[in-house]
T-cell receptor
Framework: DTGVSQDPRHKITKRGQNVTFRCDPISEHNRLYWYRQTLGQGPEFLTY????????KSRLLSDRFSAERPKGSFSTLEIQRTEQGDSAMYLC????????????FGPGTRLTVL | LAKTTQPISMDSYEGQEVNITCSHNNIATNDYITWYQQFPSQGPRFIIQGYKTKVTNEVASLFIPADRKSSTLSLPRVSLSDTAVYYC?????????????FGQGTTLQVKP
């Protein structure tokens, strides 16, 4: 097992375009999280899946953002009509078992909106 | 979730022991204390977690006094590769989601 992977690693897009990111968690990890991190700040929680169910969404996740985790495996995060303020590092993490167990983070997808 | 306060930055030299203290006055009875490390352009990485007293693993120790209102991450004999941001998190155990609430963290700069 190679850990959490994310694709793409970098994405440059123009304002108004739609983008989709993919996260492949560690096999058998039932918990999957998305976070967003801007320069100089700690990561901010966006949303949480337990298996295929999306159980929590942050208020940061506007209606332009949607996330899915079909069949409880990989997850996608889509941003519609991107804005310059969406430029950030988007991090995915997975864990297994209890809520306070260690989360394993992927390398992130860096989004730049021009 | 309990609010945490930790120094914004710290400097050290190679080979020294580094102690980073985090205060969390409003910690709840069932809250765990967790520390993550983050290098530039990488996702955070779990370092250590504890509930009370002292926890030690291969990379760090975590000291938690009896009142649990603070905790100290101890990094023995740091090297240049320990230069990173260190986050103290409290309250991961409360609730069912396990979402992590990060503050600004402590930027540790290790000098040769």
């Amino acid at each position: 097992d190679t850990g959490v992977s994310q694709d793409p690693r970098h994405k440059i897009t123009k304002r108004g375009q739609n983008v989709t990111f993919r996260c492949d968690p560690i096999s058998e990890h039932n918990r999957l999280y998305w976070y967003r991190q801007t320069l100089g700040q700690g990561p901010e929680f966006l949303t949480y899946f337990q298996n295929e169910a999306q159980l929590e969404k942050s208020r940061l996740l506007s209606d332009r953002f949607s996330a899915e985790r079909p069949k409880g495996s990989f997850s996608t995060l889509e941003i519609q009509r991107t804005e310059q303020g969406d430029s950030a590092m988007y991090l995915c993490a997975s864990s297994i078992g209890l809520a306070y167990n260690e989360q394993f983070f992927g390398p992130g997808t860096r989004l730049t909106v021009l | 979730l309990a609010k945490t306060t930790q120094p914004i930055s710290m400097d050290s030299y190679e080979g020294q022991e580094v102690n980073i203290t985090c205060s969390h006055n409003n910690i709840a009875t069932n809250d765990y204390i967790t520390w993550y490390q983050q290098f530039p352009s990488q996702g955070p990485r779990f370092i250590i977690q504890g509930y009370k007293t002292k926890v030690t693993n291969e990379v760090a120790s975590l000291f938690i006094p009896a009142d649990r209102k603070s905790s100290t991450l101890s990094l023995p004999r740091v090297s240049l590769s320990d230069t990173a941001v260190y986050y103290c998190l409290v309250g991961v155990g409360s609730g069912n989601t396990g979402k992590l609430i990060f503050g600004q963290g402590t930027t540790l700069q290790v000098k040769p």
